[in-house]
């Protein structure tokens, strides 16, 4: 059945009977929820601490293929992008209202794929999808605005402005693997089975490193990003934002082994600048990083430091002081690449 | 200059340098703000009140023309329409995230009146736009997500669903000019210099019934619904969430009076059916639509009443009770009309 046949209204009633299990009163997101899907505005139970909000559109053919990417993970991924931008300011996930805009010939079973990837990732942190909108339009765009909080009174979280002077830059994860993955797909590459199936578990389902920012807001970094555009031009918003440069040693940077076995020579550009990897990259002396290393479930690697530099330039070499040059720059909308 | 010459980077701060006014410390959602624009998410200082949140999508050629709404009222009716969201909940908007998408050869010089048409409105009710997103997209698409408050403590709030036996039907303002206007420009239609302002404004220009919503929350109020789909659409929403049937009396509704002038037997179906005059439309006991009617400083006109419909039916009759057939219904995306 096309979205046409059914209507917007009898859409709603689908898609809001899929979300129902995300506003469960078992996360404190459902405890407090007054209002979910159906009114004219979402509600619930305020708390006096720190509120966060972030959007990311979604956009079918800028910012994803349906060639590529199915519609399970199209709406896994919307929704993690968001999770990974609450991740990046040290803070914890907790409602969601999602915007989907939808050509009129869309199948209802591709629209109820969609909001079970997207339901899926919610459950699993406990987010609440409390509401939205649907409405035609040419092609599929998704738009979802996250809301979260900061578990401390302090009013700390990671900034991009929160880098000083000496300052080790740091990375979870390894990277890489989402963009080469794009690149396997896209192409139609083969790897070994192993590979395969790490590249595309990497590109299609991202997981958002929401237990890591909140131990490095814990652990007291001051400055995080989510690798969403590409390490280096991640961290040169870090950069311009601090007013500082970054120094990156290569070699340093966590090269996700499939990656490697896929792309040999190109793996470490994929690193440096494919994007969608989602980990978190920040800044900190050298007793907070220690103290990460030592307790974060997830492998964390120093890559470089942060340096005075007027242009807030981010400076690429290898081991031995060679200068490395990047051939092409990260994500930048409406700029012809 | 066009979006693709100047780069996201680029418009990001130019939009950013649009909204910082309405980052105002002389509004409270100003003095609470933490991290508005540049960072992954915004934050602020909460409360322990009701949230609230509402979203809504603003699409070219599906929502609006560019040929009828300039950019500039694009701004504007895109976040008024959130704002009327915020109102039929009886809440104060607070915050707004703003995610746009635009071809690559939108002027920079169009995107800029934009965000001056949406500054203007916010900065008439202390919204702080804090945040957003711009991407590359076929055809221009507004997303503006609207956190509100509500100020009491008794969790009480206007919903869809508060509607009971025997309570008046009720509305804010005059019906039918929005739509009379979308006539006019659409088809080029000229009237006298009255009537063609009148209409024209009501079109292009909605205001949130923000102080309204309030007043009626406080003077108690359970059930409203901003008149977004038109009159009976909506009343048909109050209508299946209180699971209730509504009478209207056509004759009582309030057709604007330029709508009269411009379109003489066609006014009363504008005023029923035509949709976007982000009026309130609300239910009472006799009572309290008494101390609304005194209270309140701009017109409201009591047109109905609630009653016990299995169906969920709203039924239209003149004063002599004549049924009266409106010709179409309201708005519903995907649906062919």
């Given at each position: 059945?096309?979205?046409?046949?059914?209507?917007?209204?009898?859409?709603?009633?689908?898609?809001?009977?899929?979300?129902?299990?995300?506003?469960?009163?078992?996360?404190?997101?459902?405890?407090?929820?007054?209002?979910?899907?159906?009114?004219?505005?979402?509600?619930?139970?305020?708390?006096?601490?720190?509120?966060?909000?972030?959007?990311?559109?979604?956009?079918?053919?800028?910012?994803?293929?349906?060639?590529?990417?199915?519609?399970?993970?199209?709406?896994?991924?919307?929704?993690?992008?968001?999770?990974?931008?609450?991740?990046?300011?040290?803070?914890?996930?907790?409602?969601?209202?999602?915007?989907?805009?939808?050509?009129?010939?869309?199948?209802?079973?591709?629209?109820?794929?969609?909001?079970?990837?997207?339901t899926g990732l919610a459950q699993e942190f406990g987010v609440a999808i409390v509401g939205?909108?649907?409405?035609?339009?040419?092609?599929?765009?998704?738009?979802?605005?996250?809301?979260?909080?900061?578990?401390?009174?302090?009013?700390?979280?990671?900034?991009?402005?929160?880098?000083?002077?000496?300052?080790?830059?740091?990375?979870?994860?390894?990277?890489?693997?989402?963009?080469?993955?794009?690149?396997?797909?896209?192409?139609?590459?083969?790897?070994?089975?192993?590979?395969?199936?790490?590249?595309?578990?990497?590109?299609?389902?991202?997981?958002?490193?929401?237990?890591?920012?909140?131990?490095?807001?814990?652990?007291?970094?001051?400055?995080?990003?989510?690798?969403?555009?590409?390490?280096?031009?991640?961290?040169?918003?870090?950069?311009?934002?601090?007013?500082?440069?970054?120094?990156?040693?290569?070699?340093?940077?966590?090269?996700?082994?499939?990656?490697?076995?896929?792309?040999?020579?190109?793996?470490?550009?994929?690193?440096?600048?494919?994007?969608?990897?989602?980990?978190?990259?920040?800044?900190?002396?050298?007793?907070?990083?220690?103290?990460?290393?030592?307790?974060?479930?997830?492998?964390?690697?120093?890559?470089?430091?942060?340096?005075?530099?007027?242009?807030?330039?981010?400076?690429?070499?290898?081991?031995?002081?060679?200068?490395?040059?990047?051939?092409?720059?990260?994500?930048?909308?409406?700029?012809?690449?």
């Open positions: 059945m096309k979205v046409s046949e059914l209507g917007e209204f009898g859409l709603i009633e689908l898609v809001a009977e899929i979300a129902a299990p995300t506003q469960t009163r078992k996360t404190p997101a459902g405890r407090n929820l007054i209002i979910g899907i159906g009114d004219d505005a979402a509600a619930w139970r305020g708390d006096a601490g720190v509120q966060l909000v972030t959007v990311d559109s979604f956009i079918q053919d800028v910012h994803f293929s349906l060639d590529i990417t199915p519609w399970w993970e199209v709406g896994w991924k919307a929704l993690a992008v968001n999770l990974s931008d609450i991740a990046a300011m040290g803070g914890l996930p907790r409602y969601a209202v999602v915007s989907l805009a939808l050509p009129d010939d869309t199948e209802v079973s591709d629209v109820l794929a969609l909001y079970q990837g997207m939205g909108d649907t409405s035609r339009s040419p092609q599929v765009a998704l738009n979802i605005t996250v809301l979260g909080i900061i578990q401390n009174h302090a009013e700390n979280m990671l900034t991009r402005s929160g880098a000083k002077v000496g300052d080790k830059v740091a990375v979870t994860g390894h990277l890489g693997a989402a963009s080469a993955g794009w690149e396997m797909l896209a192409k139609k590459l083969h790897f070994d089975a192993g590979t395969n199936a790490r590249l595309k578990e990497a590109f299609l389902h991202p997981h958002p490193r929401i237990a890591e920012g909140k131990l490095l807001l814990e652990c007291g970094v001051k400055a995080a990003i989510d690798v969403s555009d590409g390490l280096v031009s991640d961290l040169g918003h870090i950069c311009r934002a601090s007013r500082l440069g970054a120094r990156i040693d290569v070699d340093a940077v966590p090269v996700d082994p499939a990656v490697r076995t896929g792309f040999g020579e190109k793996a470490l550009e994929l690193a440096l600048s494919g994007g969608e990897d989602y980990e978190l990259l920040f800044t900190g002396d050298a007793g907070v990083i220690d103290r990460i290393t030592q307790t974060a479930e997830c492998p964390v690697t120093v890559i470089g430091d942060m340096v005075a530099d007027a242009e807030n330039r981010v400076a690429l070499a290898d081991r031995e002081g060679n200068p490395f040059k990047l051939p092409s720059g990260g994500w930048e909308h409406f700029r012809q690449r």
